[in-house]
């Protein structure tokens, strides 16, 4: 019986390769940390008859006539967006992080302005100041990073005179490959006294946060949050920006629309709508609070090994190994060999890296995915020695094989969840 039944009559090709697919997600360990399983029913809405309908503007204030059921879907997502972030306003039309954090600077700056963002070899995302990328073609970015590659925490006092030299409109924190938690408190005093607006870019660690696991930027006074929906929030791709405040709320729905898009996808919000209401279910909880302590497990493995980990260990979901130093392999080669055993994570830069991006020192692992399949700490220290068997032995191919084995035996006794709220909880 195939997944695709019409597919495979009609694009057979199509249909094998989406087979494909499914079958490696199913066999394999994904240890991406932005990476995780979306439920049946989010997919569903995904693959509604929303997809076939124009949205431009907002609920109430259309471009275009029949739009019951669009502004129906959006109010509901704005409603569970905001009571999941604790947040007075939500927009939820952002088709991904990047075109997200793009409408939220249009929304807060000028052309020229200066903001201050996480170096993206320090742990930062490409939209904070990549030089090769759009926003750092229209506003001045200068980047802050962590002290050393052994607390790799943030260096705050140094961000404090940089921002005081400086005199930023904005100063931006969040992060894509960063083990500690982030000091939301500290970075709001620098920006008030320096008069900058904050913003916070959670798109890793949003489940973290909504679950109360993660302390929320909005709590302490930010003025603008951005994130995905996937990763830790378990939804479809897509952005969402939060504010509290009405006049910063105004200025996104404008920069969102039309500023930076234009018609909405109407099916992703309706995805975005039923996984905001699954991470408002009292086990969603259960499941951040989880991912950590995976994290926290895998950790323990790789120090008790001598592994170099960057911050000697994690604080979050996710952990940024030195593969040079600890294995005598680049990130690529790391990558690499733990791809033939089905286990994936992506090789990455560390902080004050002497390699090229494409091939860095380093390797990026986290436990959102393998959370969702229902694994604990036992699961995750076996994963960890896993890790450290093949990268110790890179010339091996039979002991390869037999890992191999031994992680598809694991999976089958995780499958991908196909719900994640009981139906008669689902409200």
């Not at 921002?163 to 969040?174: M, Q, S, T, V």
Request: aromatic residues 6%; charged residues 25%; proline residues 6%.
């Amino acid at each position: 019986m195939h997944t695709y039944p019409l597919l495979h009559k009609q694009d057979p090709r199509v249909a094998e390769i989406l087979e494909g697919e499914r079958k490696r997600q199913e066999e394999g360990l994904e240890l991406i940390p932005s990476e995780n399983y979306a439920s049946r029913a989010v997919r569903e809405a995904l693959a509604s008859e929303l997809t076939n309908k124009y949205a431009e503007g907002y609920p109430g204030r259309r471009y275009y006539g029949g739009q019951t059921y669009t502004d129906a879907i959006e109010e509901l997502a704005i409603e569970r967006a905001k009571a999941l972030f604790g947040a007075r306003y939500a927009n939820v039309q952002p088709l991904s992080g990047a075109p997200a954090n793009l409408a939220a600077y249009m929304a807060l700056l000028t052309p020229g302005d200066t903001v201050l963002g996480m170096d993206l070899s320090h742990g930062g995302h490409l939209t904070h100041g990549h030089p090769l990328t759009l926003p750092a073609k229209i506003y001045r970015f200068l980047s802050y990073g962590v002290a050393d590659t052994q607390t790799a925490a943030i260096d705050y006092d140094a961000l404090r005179s940089l921002a005081l030299r400086e005199r930023p409109k904005l100063i931006l924190a969040g992060f894509s490959a960063y083990p500690k938690r982030v000091q939301w408190k500290r970075i709001k005093e620098i920006a008030d006294e320096v008069g900058a607006y904050t913003m916070a870019d959670v798109a890793h660690i949003a489940g973290l946060i909504t679950a109360g696991v993660e302390e929320n930027p909005l709590a302490v006074g930010f003025d603008v949050l951005t994130t995905t929906t996937h990763k830790t929030l378990r939804g479809p791709r897509g952005g969402l920006i939060l504010t509290n405040r009405e006049d910063l709320a105004r200025a996104i729905d404008k920069a969102v629309f039309p500023g930076v898009q234009g018609g909405p996808h109407m099916q992703v919000i309706a995805a975005k709508a039923v996984a905001f209401s699954e991470a408002l279910h009292p086990s969603f909880r259960s499941y951040a609070q989880q991912i950590v302590a995976n994290a926290a497990a895998m950790a323990e493995v790789f120090a008790r090994e001598g592994v170099v980990m960057v911050g000697g260990g994690t604080e979050n979901h996710l952990l940024l190994i030195d593969s040079v130093a600890s294995f005598g392999l680049s990130g690529r080669e790391a990558q690499d060999l733990l791809d033939e055993v089905g286990i994936t994570l992506n090789k990455n830069a560390i902080p004050f890296d002497p390699r090229k991006p494409m091939d860095p020192s380093g390797i990026r692992l986290g436990t959102p995915a393998m959370t969702t399949r229902g694994m604990r700490e036992g699961e995750a220290r076996r994963i960890a020695e896993w890790i450290v068997q093949v990268l110790r032995s890179p010339q091996d191919a039979e002991l390869r094989e037999q890992i191999r084995e031994e992680v598809c035996a694991l999976c089958r006794a995780f499958p991908i969840p196909e719900q994640f709220v009981p139906p008669e909880e689902a409200a």
